[in-house]
């Protein structure tokens, strides 16, 4: 009705401070707040949190929020406290998950953040049959796949929970999802193909560039003294993100380094400095970034191939955030290939024929003399131009060697 419309308008004013819906949003969350079971595939940073939190705060109850990552549901409760949602998390790393519970019970909380592996506990079902809940969010939802990048075993568990609260709506979110995987994702959760909502993955500010790789360090001062302003490099290793930022250290401009190996206070602080900067580039393993909202990062190189085309297109997709021009650059060697072939003698015989998949994938996009940005929006479904006029091959097409002439020399000799 005209009221609830008003209700979702006035919610995204007074309570994010936001004029407009962006994309998709009002779609999904039109199809949340009529009860419908709905999966939202939008790139990373089209804006998807607000779509469960704007039911979760026009419906009664409590949402449930299920994501894969304590580190994750932490930012996303800071940025809903901030703004005035009643959100908690029940994790191993929350001291007071009883004082939580209660509030639950209470019905004080507007979001309630838990990984897969509690929500599919008795216990936390039977809290929830006491709860009033407004409706299950499932973040990360790529996670149900084994397709998908990040395959959870947990996640493929939650059918269960979903179908005993089976009057809850359901909103699955995701960022990553090839044609293969959107598909499992729905079959898997319960959702019906119209409720399936895609936005478009083009990130039209964003140029992109592959290139191979040569002398490491020479190639990537060289890129970031030519591009001002925050960038990412993306390194293969912990060794290489210090050796690397020391190298762009060198040259003068402010650089830091960022990997899982470092005490969590280093991290946090250099995190800081870099979201505050406006001119920072942060050398990091690819632990760096998720959850992080900073809009104006300028570039994001990748020393190294990254694991799959998701992961490059969600990793790139940090750049340009606030629409404005932005760089994705990466370099590549053969090897890099070598060593992910290696790798895969490692993977179980049966998730073998999706990496193969995936890898072979990531090789057209690299080795294509074609546009870029085509590949990348053809391999999650799109029927986008063949040419973008924005990346490296449809700005310098490649030279296409003329194997015809070549011959033709060899027979007239
Ligand atoms: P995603 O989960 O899709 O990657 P987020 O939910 O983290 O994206 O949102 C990315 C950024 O976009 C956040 O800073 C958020 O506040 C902002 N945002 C979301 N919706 C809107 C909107 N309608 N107008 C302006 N900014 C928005
Ligand atoms: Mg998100």
């Known amino acids: 009705t005209v009221d609830d419309r008003a209700d979702l308008h006035s919610i995204l004013r007074t309570t994010f401070g936001f004029t407009e819906f962006r994309g998709k949003q009002e779609e999904v969350i039109d199809r949340v707040m009529a009860g419908h079971n709905t999966c939202a595939l939008m790139p990373t940073g089209a804006g998807k ?110 059918r269960p929970m979903l179908d005993r609260f089976e009057h809850v709506p359901r909103l699955a979110l995701t960022a990553t999802a090839d044609e293969t995987t959107r598909r499992d994702i729905v079959r898997q959760l319960g959702i019906p193909d119209e409720g399936l909502i895609v936005a478009g993955f083009d990130r039209p500010n ?26 990412i490099v993306y390194a293969t290793s912990r060794a290489a993100t210090e050796k690397l930022a020391a190298t762009i250290a060198d040259t003068g401009r402010q650089a830091g380094f960022y990997h899982a190996g470092l005490p969590p206070e280093q991290r946090a602080a250099v995190q800081a400095e870099f979201v505050r900067s406006d001119d920072m580039v942060m ?22 191939l990254p694991k799959s085309i998701e992961a490059y297109y969600q990793e790139t997709g940090r750049a340009g955030r606030d629409g404005d021009p932005a760089e994705a650059q990466m370099f590549w060697s053969a090897n890099d290939f070598a060593k992910a072939r290696q790798r895969l003698d490692e993977v179980e015989p049966e998730r073998l024929p999706s990496e193969q998949a995936r890898l072979n994938a990531l090789a057209g996009l690299v080795e294509a003399p074609t546009c870029r940005r085509a590949i990348l929006l053809r391999h999650f479904g799109e029927q986008p131009d063949a040419a973008c006029g924005a990346c490296d091959n449809c700005e310098n097409p490649p030279q296409v060697i003329d194997v015809t002439e070549t011959a033709r020399k060899l027979l007239s000799a």
């Open 49 to 158: 949190s607000l779509c469960y939190q704007i039911p979760a705060l026009a419906r009664s109850g409590t949402a449930i929020v299920v994501s894969p990552l304590i580190a994750l549901m932490h930012d996303q409760i800071r940025a809903a406290n901030a703004v005035g949602i009643r959100a908690a998390s029940m994790t191993s790393a929350d001291s007071d998950n009883a004082a939580t519970a209660q509030a639950l019970l209470a019905g004080e909380l507007d979001l309630l953040y838990v990984a897969p592996e509690r929500a599919n506990t008795g216990g936390f079902q039977s809290l929830l049959t006491q709860t009033d809940i407004s409706l299950f969010a499932i973040d990360e939802a790529h996670c149900v796949s084994e397709w998908g990048h990040d395959f959870r075993p947990d996640y493929r568990q939650l």
């Open 206 to 231: 964003i140029r992109y560039a592959i290139s191979a790789r040569g002398n490491t360090g020479k190639q990537i001062t060289d890129f970031v003294t030519r591009n001002p302003g925050a960038g």
């Open 283 to 304: 050398v990091a393993t690819i632990a760096f970034g998720m959850g992080i909202d900073k809009p104006d990062v300028r570039f994001v190189i990748h020393a190294g």
